[in-house]
Nanobody, 116 residues
Framework: QVQLVESGGGLVQPGGSLRLSCAAS????????MAWYRQPPGKQRELVAT???????VYLDSVRGRFTISRDYARNGVYLQMNNLKPEDTAVYYC??????????WGQGTQVTVSS
């Protein structure tokens, strides 16, 4: 199974920006839909954004217009540009494919904390 490693998280003030990166151990160019998920503290994991091989994107309502998902086939990576961050964006962010199987293993994620 392809292993994914997320990075780029950190502490940022409200209104700030972060760019998350996802590096893969194997080729992800053949995976139709790649995605970013997040798990806020004390809540269930949720789907944040998806991108297809063709470049079609879908976003969670609360992040649409602020977040941009992209994929780079040359670098074998997936990215999430997050602008105008809000405290409610605080979560551990995970990169994966969509849909996932129950047996699919999550990466370690990257912590994003939005706080003044």
């Amino acid at each position: 199974q392809v292993q994914l490693v997320e990075s780029g998280g950190g502490l940022v003030q409200p209104g700030g920006s972060l760019r998350l990166s996802c590096a893969a151990s194997g080729r992800i160019s053949s995976i139709n839909i790649m995605a970013w998920y997040r798990q806020p503290p004390g809540k269930q994991r949720e789907l944040v954004a998806t991108i297809s091989i063709g470049g079609s994107t879908v976003y969670l309502d609360s992040v649409r217009g602020r977040f941009t998902i992209s994929r780079d086939y040359a670098r074998n990576g997936v990215y999430l540009q997050m602008n105008n961050l809000k405290p409610e964006d605080t979560a551990v962010y995970y990169c994966s494919w969509y849909p996932r199987r129950e047996s699919d293993v999550w990466g370690q994620g990257t912590q994003v904390t939005v706080s003044s």
